[in-house]
């Protein structure tokens, strides 16, 4: 199911103040290089992230999967002076990837990235989180909602990715593992009590949920 009408798409792109060379550099190569290229976030929904982070302006951010650090360089660029984004990537040539990246980046410094399973390493960071990217896979998403929430500061934010899996949750009949725990995800979410929330039709559909 086609959810974004490309023609809408690239209208919305070249009405967005363009991504910084860097950033550029890593879509380009991204797109040229990777097997898996659709998981990189859109350069629209990178400039979002990087806005709404401008925003909140967060000292502490944690995302679950790096992918190729597009997603969490944009994050990044809402951090102080003395703000630190910590993020989590099971694959490790996408995380030597990534780690390349933010080397070339100025904002590099203030990144740390965890190689390995984020349900062990989430327990591990003793920080108090005031934005959360969750973009890993999909059948973990209400362990990492849980692992985060519980550190996540009173009024702070999580931004899930992916909430309409490819349009399949909007099917009468939901099929497939990952479709299915995006499915679970959403209900979960939208009857916990501790939260209230916004779902985005972004691109692949973005959750952004506030901790009362």
């Not at 951010?61 to 002076?81: D, N, Q, R």
């Not at 390493?121 to 896979?137: M, N, Q, Y």
């Amino acid at each position: 199911m086609q959810l974004v009408n490309e023609k809408a798409e690239q209208y919305a792109e070249e009405n967005s103040t363009p991504h910084d060379q860097l950033l550029q550099k890593i879509v380009r190569e991204t797109n040229a290089e990777h097997v898996h290229a659709q998981m990189l976030s859109s350069n629209t929904q990178g400039k979002l992230l990087q806005m709404v982070s401008n925003m909140i302006r967060p000292g502490r951010i944690l995302e679950v999967g790096t992918f190729t650090g597009f997603s969490a360089l944009c994050l990044a660029g809402g951090l102080p002076a003395d703000g630190q984004l910590h993020t989590i990537e099971l694959r490790k040539e996408d995380a030597e990837k990534a780690l390349g990246y933010f080397n070339e980046s100025e904002i590099g410094k203030k990144i740390t990235l965890h190689l390995g399973d984020a349900r062990s390493i989430i327990p591990t960071l003793k920080e108090t989180w005031d934005l959360v990217f969750i973009d890993a896979d999909k059948v973990s998403y209400i362990e990492y909602y849980e692992l985060t929430l519980q550190n996540l500061r009173p009024g702070g934010w999580i931004i899930a990715d992916n909430v309409l899996f490819h349009g399949q949750v909007l099917e009468e009949e939901v099929s497939g593992k990952n479709a299915k725990a995006i499915l679970a995800f959403n209900e979960y979410v939208k009857n916990d009590a501790r939260v209230e929330q916004v779902m985005l039709t972004v691109r692949d559909g973005l959750l952004i949920i506030k901790k009362i």
